[in-house]
């Protein structure tokens, strides 16, 4: 009999209960044993949930507090000295301390650094590794999540992130680190935990291998073969080795060749390798199908799914196949039968989480001879009417993309004119301050929003009190002495969110919330129909702004790209079509800002890098749609329009050239964790704008000093012009307090002032 499996599911809870529990937990409202108290009861809701939809493998071990790298660098003891860790388990404040640093009690620490999940919008806790790393088992996690199910009655299928994986998605902080050292101290740990999961009673265990889908090298697949002849003959646990994101290409012979019981593949991103999967993979060895699509909240087509499941099971036969998810459901909503917001025939389209099961199931039970004709029936009838739907297609907007030129992607003049005209302009001193747009969303700023979209408050009371917040941020800065001034956005959910929410093609859900890293959850908007702009967005806060105050004030917008990237994309156009609708509409936004006078306008592009594909084969394609897209929105300005962008966590090195054929006038990036090193691929690619390299994380808690940010902004200038530097934090402040943001910003202006004074003094002395 075929099997229904599944991956992983989301861990966060339908009404983000792990969120206020962690949130909670930090601010001291509750203590560990109520917080792992309520863990339990999330995790216990989830895995009968998935019993109850007829899954068969169900997942244990996918549930984390933080993020399931972290997770198992605390597991193999990957705890870098600087959190003094000595032995024994990894406490859960020293857990929370690498992810986010601490600042209390004498104890003063910075978070690890954190990027991309591969190219998704989830974010990972980054191994550090030195030649003095060591490895040993100091969390029972993956063990005590087994044995907590198993006396529910649940007997799960753990999942680990596998040891070349985990290697992989690590940095060397030591050029003499060699990863085979590395992964020989390494192994030993995995073979102690897969001894005890089988000791506890586990009959199969997932391994998640994703880095199968990357361009690795010959040594790194000769790497995965030792470790895996190592693990298979360990114990008697089945390994399920869980590949997804991609196909396997090059990777498929090691893959397949590898001394495990089952291989998964994501049928949803690499439908075309099936057939070489099934010529490779031997006949003894479980093939597990991802054909729903754990990234996206479309219904599946069950008729075309069932296609490939039948093919599979005709070459092998239903007991050696699994039917599961294209990857963890962690990417996916919980659960759309609670949404109320959505119409009835949007919704008629979407599966999430929940959904999501009950389409595996069905696909199970097909594949057993046991089709439900009723359900593979209605599914059809939904797939014909979202095809068919008027809501879908707009001409217009079609057209205006079909007949876009070369001309609508170039500015005017090179940057170098641009620069000399903005200046003057401008008038802003060496080394300029400024913020990257959103200041703390408050409590009272949540519940005047929350009270405005239930009715209780006034469209007009609702503006007056924006108007206030948004005058008393601009005199807070204004104090401050920052030279670039941000409205703060406090009219604004989230920086896509809000322009969804105008523009046209877009839908949003009550509960649609997805993981973005620790408690910081988003509600990604659904990009259903062709995408076009009714009416201004941002005029009218970005004039109030300007009209209150001399200094400059920017305009804030989010790019084409992270738009695209952030969002629940359709699926029945290639998504360089969306990109360029997108890129129209907001290129209309930034042409009524320059015509209202708004002198910058800052176009947020935090997700180009983490929309990369994952093979270098595939990047060119990809980097000339997603460039071009922000060159339509930024090129229709005049000169004396200067154009900022700002990039998220992000590995720049590959990508520079494309960075810089954005010809966005300042760039800002996040580099504070990583101690500028960040930096370095604009220093060797001699980036020739002007940059914003952050000084300050506003991910963590901590409030850097001003000696902090000076050192940082030191090290800037010994590879850039001082009059190619900008001074500002790492990203936006709305998730931060008040009491955080006041003293880190007066420190960041206070070590800008400081550092221009050095410059300064230099320069009379040379003259």
């Not at 199908?289 to 599946?300: A, H, M, Y």
């Not at 509960?511 to 062709?530: A, E, L, T």
């Amino acid at each position: 009999m075929a099997i229904a499996a599944n991956l992983g599911f989301p861990r966060i809870g339908a009404n983000r209960e792990l969120k206020k529990s962690v949130e909670s937990f930090w601010k001291g409202d509750i203590d560990a044993a109520t917080l792992q108290k309520n863990a339990a009861d999330l995790r216990a809701k989830h895995w009968r949930m998935q019993q109850m939809a007829g899954i068969e493998h169900i997942p244990s071990n996918d549930f984390s507090f933080y993020d399931q790298v972290l997770d198992t660098i605390a597991m193999v003891g990957a705890v870098p000295t600087r959190y003094q860790h000595a032995s024994g388990n990894v406490s859960l404040d020293t857990y929370f301390s690498m992810a986010r640093g601490c600042q209390k009690s004498g104890v003063d620490v910075t978070a690890m650094e954190m990027t991309k999940w591969f190219d998704t919008n989830y974010h990972y806790i980054v191994p550090e590794f030195t030649k003095d790393t060591n490895f040993a088992l100091s969390s029972s996690k993956a063990v005590d999540e087994f044995k907590e199910a198993k006396a529910l009655g649940i007997t799960t299928r753990p999942v680990l992130l596998g040891p070349l994986s985990f290697l992989y998605l690590g940095k060397k902080r030591d050029e003499s680190v060699k990863y085979e050292d590395l992964q020989a101290k390494l192994l030993p740990v995995y073979v102690q935990v897969l001894k005890e999961l089988e000791a506890a009673g586990a009959s199969w265990v997932q391994i998640d291998e994703p880095c199968l889908v990357m361009d690795i090298c010959d040594g790194m697949r000769e790497g995965m073969k030792a470790a895996y002849a190592e693990l298979g003959k360990a114990t008697g646990l089945k390994i399920m080795l869980a590949t997804y994101f991609g196909e396997l290409r090059d990777n498929l012979a090691t893959a397949t060749s590898l001394p495990v019981a089952g291989l998964h593949v994501d049928l949803v991103r690499g439908v075309a390798q099936l057939d070489e999967v099934l010529k490779s993979l031997p006949k003894e060895k479980t093939l597990s199908l991802g054909v729903i699509d754990g990234r996206n909240i479309w219904k599946t087509n069950l008729n075309k799914a069932f296609a490939l499941v039948e093919k599979a099971v005709q070459a092998r036969g239903a007991e050696n196949i699994q039917i599961a998810g294209s990857c963890s459901l962690l990417h996916s909503p919980v659960d759309l039968d609670a949404e109320i917001k959505l119409d009835a025939e949007l919704k008629s389209w979407l599966a999430f989480a929940k959904q999501k099961l009950q389409e595996i199931s069905l696909l199970a039970g097909a594949a057993n001879g046991k089709k439900d004709e009723t359900a593979f029936t209605a599914n059809a009838a939904a797939m014909a009417a979202r095809a068919s739907s008027a809501r879908i297609h707009n001409k217009t907007v079609k057209d205006r993309v079909a007949a876009r030129t070369e001309a609508m992607a170039n500015r005017h003049s090179p940057y170098a004119d641009r620069a000399k005209v903005q200046r003057p302009i401008l008038n802003l001193p060496l080394l300029p301050t400024t913020t990257i747009g959103s200041f703390p969303q408050t409590k009272e700023v949540r519940e005047a929003r929350a009270n405005f979209k239930n009715g209780s408050l006034k469209t007009a009371e609702y503006e007056t009190f924006l108007e206030q917040e948004t005058v008393r941020c601009i005199r807070i800065q204004e104090e401050m002495d920052i030279d670039v001034l941000v409205h703060g956005e406090f009219e604004r959910n989230d920086m896509v969110e809000y322009f969804g929410e105008q523009l046209q093609g877009f839908a949003f859900s009550q509960n649609g919330w997805v993981q973005s890293y620790g408690s910081r959850c988003v509600k990604p908007p659904v990009i259903f129909g062709d995408v076009s702009r009714p009416v201004p967005m941002t005029v009218r806060w970005s004039t109030f702004a300007q009209s209150n105050t001399k200094k400059v004030m920017k305009g804030m917008l989010t790019g084409p790209v992270t738009i695209l990237q952030w969002s629940f994309v359709r699926d029945d156009q290639p998504e360089s079509e969306t990109c360029r609708q997108i890129a129209f509409a907001i290129r209309d936004e930034v042409l009524d800002l320059e015509s209202n006078n708004i002198k910058i306008i800052q176009i947020d592009e935090a997700a180009l890098r983490e929309g990369l594909p994952l093979r270098k084969a595939d990047w060119q394609s990809y980097l000339d749609w997603a460039v071009e897209s922000f060159r339509i929105t930024a090129s229709g300005v005049k000169d004396t329009t200067q154009i900022h962008t700002h990039m998220c966590y992000s590995e720049f090195n590959d990508i520079i050239a494309a960075v810089a054929k954005m010809d966005a006038d300042v760039i800002s990036i996040e580099t504070s964790r990583s101690a500028m090193e960040l930096l370095d691929a604009f220093v060797a690619f001699k980036y020739p704008n002007e940059i914003g390299p952050g000084v300050y994380d506003i991910h963590s808690p901590r409030v850097p000093t001003q000696t902090e940010m000076e050192s940082l902004l030191n090290k800037a200038l010994e590879v850039l012009r001082p009059d190619q530097v900008w001074v500002n934090p790492d990203c936006g402040l709305k998730t931060r307090g008040w009491a955080e943001v006041n003293p880190a910003l007066n420190a960041m202006v206070a070590a800008a002032k400081a550092v221009r004074a050095k410059l300064q003094l230099s320069e009379k002395a040379s003259a």
